[in-house]
């Protein structure tokens, strides 16, 4: 994956490192040339790798796979804590990334009062 000086800024604005990046681009929904994982994409991932993470406990298997599937799950609760990550792709280029909340948020201060 190709990371454009855009995305390298815009991931440093807001606190968006590349493990998430990849975490969104392998396991969130396509859409045109947007990835997304929003809150319930991101609840169905965590229930698998807390199924996986039992069944490596209960078996005594190799404690490397139990690593790995403790630090996918600290950067999935990451994301979750941003509310889901954005991803926007073009022909394998990313171009840009947001948190998929940013919208809500700033369209409640938008309105008016009468």
């Known amino acids: 994956m190709i990371l454009t000086h855009h995305i390298k800024r815009k991931m440093s604005q807001r606190g968006i490192n590349k493990n998430m990046i990849d975490i969104v681009s392998l396991y969130g929904k396509h859409q045109r040339d947007k990835i997304f994982m929003n ?18 406990r209960g078996a005594n298997r ?18 979750e804590d941003k509310g889901g990550i954005t991803l926007v792709m073009v022909d ?6 947001y948190n998929t909340d940013s919208f809500k948020k700033s369209f409640k201060k938008r309105r008016i009062k009468k």
């Open 39 to 56: 809150r319930q994409r991101i609840k169905l991932l965590l229930r698998k790798v807390d199924l996986y993470r039992r069944m490596q």
């Open 92 to 97: 394998g280029v990313s171009i840009t990334t």
């Open 62 to 79: 190799d404690k490397s796979v139990l690593k790995n599937l403790n630090v996918l799950r600290k950067y999935i609760l990451k994301i």
